[in-house]
């Protein structure tokens, strides 16, 4: 661990913090365009990014023949179909998952706009949508939310980001509720205000360490 910890330090110390401005939200992005970030989201819980990648590509390279059911069931059988084809890990629960939140983001695509515009606290915002749709927790709400712009200030707790902090708070935070995950999200906000610097570059800090400890135990470079 004092490897993995020197690596974040000095990553931190290279990172170029004008790299992670915040992007500037659009109150007229598309269903579409929306809807792609969200899948990718749901698509990249508990498996590796390339993954996640390969499987929206798959999904999204011909996307008439994938979502244009209105028919629910018929959706996430096209998903599941298109998933077990990409080799991805969960076809059956991501297709379910999938084909609900895209009903709702349909449904309530106007509202979830509104919400943006309207709505000032970007934590309420990842309540509603923790609440709404389908396969979306806390962390992946974040990281839509941070993708398309309308928050800056919420926390992507992953087990790296976990693991780092316990090392160096020499705490055993574990993420397993709403009330944990708020918990350990404000220890993380403290980090970076603590560093000076954005929550995405603190992010990116702790998975560049994290990246190359693991490649270094595994001997790869």
């Not at 915040?22 to 749901?42: G, T």
């Not at 084909?99 to 915002?125: G, H, M, N, P």
């Not at 020499?170 to 220890?187: D, F, H, M």
Request: aromatic share 12%.
């Amino acid at each position: 661990m004092p490897d993995y910890l020197a690596i974040y330090r000095l990553v931190l110390l290279l990172i170029d913090d004008s790299r992670f401005r915040p992007l500037a939200f659009q109150a007229d992005m598309s269903l579409d365009y929306l809807w792609k970030r969200m899948a990718f989201c749901i698509l990249s819980s508990n498996v590796r990014y390339e993954t996640a990648q390969k499987a929206f590509q798959t999904l999204f390279a011909d996307q008439a023949s994938v979502w244009v059911s209105a028919d629910p069931a018929t959706v996430e059988a096209n998903v599941q179909h298109a998933l077990r084809l990409s080799g991805y890990r969960y076809p059956a629960i991501r297709a379910f998952q999938l084909a609900a939140s895209w009903a709702t983001l349909r449904k309530r695509y106007s509202d979830l706009v509104a919400l943006f515009i309207c709505e000032q606290d970007s934590a309420a915002i990842r309540e509603f949508i923790v609440g709404e749709f389908s396969g979306i927790g806390f962390k992946q709400a974040s990281m839509f939310l941070r993708d398309i712009g309308a928050a800056t200030d919420l926390a992507i707790l992953d087990t790296h980001t976990i693991s780092f902090m316990n090392a160096l708070l020499g705490t055993r935070i574990k993420v397993a509720s709403r009330r944990s995950y708020l918990t350990a999200e404000q220890c993380f906000l403290e980090m970076a205000e603590a560093h000076g610097v954005r929550v995405s570059v603190l992010d990116t800090a702790i998975w560049a360490a994290s990246k190359v400890s693991r490649e270094r135990r595994q001997g790869r470079c």
